[in-house]
Each structure stands twice: as structure tokens, then as C-alpha cells.
């Protein structure tokens, strides 16, 4: 199957402070891109989503930024809180009812 | 909406025994539902997509054979670890896609499969 099966990468960063992750996906064809936030022993959460003809998309206290050039996108978290602390995966796909392909995901650590 | 209910959440099994494991849509149609495996601190590996009414379609390296899916009706997907041996064991995860909104795809809580 797809997806990379490498140990996952951790963030830590201090309650308050703005976190960045940040992933890079892999097929230029992908037009849709979603972020995940998964807590241990649950599925994936919907957190924000963007599609290729943006580069900027802004939800509650999330921002994704997508460039396209380098095919990277990034997930801002601001005022970080405990709460945050998960596993971030980004995934993509060609066309909203493709395949959805996850990244290689990051442990997001914050200290009280 | 979009919810997807997954069951078992938890299943311990002999090897050599098969595990089913369950994913509905409660309130919406999902003609497509996708099946993903996951092991400790690793990302979601997308094994089958599976379509109502057809033949599941697989991603490389997984087995047919050992991982049934049946999808026959609009609301219930069903993946069936055949066989299952103490490799098999991870979490396993479902999801649905969804139209309307920007909820895409909604997953399921997960299987965690213990072969013993």
C-alpha cells in the first residue's frame, strides 16, 4: 500500500506558542489536501482542509499553507494548548472522492 | 452527520482464526469506503478502496485473499482478517467518503487486533 512507514517525528513546543508542522506530499496531480489530528487508540479527526487553487486557508486557531511549487504544505497552530497534543498527519488526493493518501504524520508535544 | 461506526474496537483472536470487522455509515450513503492498517508509530497505510456493490480494489503488497472486504450495501463495509497470524496484529482503521461540506472523508474509531 501507499504511505511512508517511517517512525514518526516529534514536535515539542511550550503551552502559548504558535506550533508548525509541516509535511511534504508527493504526487504533483493532488488537488485536495486535508490535515488530520489523531489522539492514541482513534481514527483520524478533520481539522482543516485546502484544495490546489489556494494557497491559504484559515479555520479556528489553524491556518494551512500550500505551496504547490515545492509540494509542501504546513499546518500553523496558534496558541498552542495541551489539548493539541496528538499526532498531525497531512494526506492528499486527486479529486474529492480519490484515494486518500496519508503523509508521514508528527507527534505534537506540548509542555505545560 | 457523516458519522462511521466502527466495530469491534478491540478484538483478541487465536492465530489461525479469522476477524471481522465492521464499518457503517449511520447517516449518510457511502458508495465508497476506504480501509487503512496501522502499525505503533507509524502513519495510515491505505490497503482496499471499496466500492458498493463491486469488487474491492487493492493497494499493492496486500493480500486478496487474506483481507476480504464485502461492501453490499450503501451503509456496511465489512474487512475479514482470514487466517490471521501474529503479524497481522495492528490497528485497523475505516473511512467513509462523505459528499457535502468539507468533510470528504470520515474515518471510523479503529480496530485494535490482537493475534495471540
Known amino acids: 500500500g501507499e504511505s511512508v512507514g517511517l517512525h514518526l517525528p516529534t514536535l515539542s513546543v511550550q503551552e502559548g506558542d504558535n506550533s508548525i508542522i509541516n509535511c511534504a506530499y508527493s504526487n504533483s496531480a493532488s488537488d485536495y489536501f486535508i490535515w488530520y489530528k489523531q489522539e492514541s487508540g482513534k481514527g483520524p479527526q478533520f481539522i482543516i482542509d485546502i484544495r490546489s487553487n489556494m494557497d491559504k486557508r484559515q479555520g479556528q486557531r489553524v491556518t494551512v499553507l500550500l505551496n504547490k511549487t515545492v509540494k509542501h504544505l504546513s499546518l500553523q497552530i496558534a496558541a498552542t494548548q495541551p489539548g493539541d497534543s496528538a499526532v498531525y498527519f497531512c494526506?492528499?488526493?486527486?479529486?474529492?472522492?480519490?484515494?486518500?493518501?496519508f503523509g508521514q504524520g508528527t507527534t505534537l508535544q506540548v509542555k505545560p | 452527520g457523516a458519522v462511521v461506526s466502527q466495530h469491534p474496537s478491540r478484538v483478541i483472536c487465536k492465530s489461525g482464526t479469522s476477524v471481522k470487522i465492521e464499518c457503517r455509515s449511520l447517516?449518510?450513503?457511502?458508495?465508497?469506503m476506504f480501509w487503512y492498517r496501522q502499525f505503533p508509530k507509524q502513519s495510515l497505510m491505505l490497503m482496499a478502496t471499496?466500492?458498493?456493490?463491486?469488487?474491492?480494489?487493492?493497494e499493492q503488497g496486500v493480500e486478496k485473499d487474506k483481507f476480504l472486504i464485502n461492501h453490499a450495501s450503501l451503509t456496511l463495509s465489512t474487512l475479514t482478517v482470514t487466517s490471521a497470524h501474529p503479524e497481522d496484529s495492528s490497528f485497523y482503521i475505516c473511512?467513509?467518503?462523505?459528499?457535502?461540506?468539507?468533510?470528504?472523508?470520515?474515518f471510523g474509531s479503529g480496530t485494535r487486533l490482537t493475534v495471540v
Open positions: 447517516d449518510f450513503q457511502a458508495t465508497t
Open positions: 471499496s466500492n458498493e456493490g463491486s469488487k474491492a480494489t487493492y
Open positions: 473511512s467513509a467518503h462523505f459528499e457535502g461540506a468539507n468533510y470528504g472523508y470520515t
Open positions: 494526506a492528499e488526493t486527486r479529486g474529492n472522492t480519490g484515494k486518500l493518501i
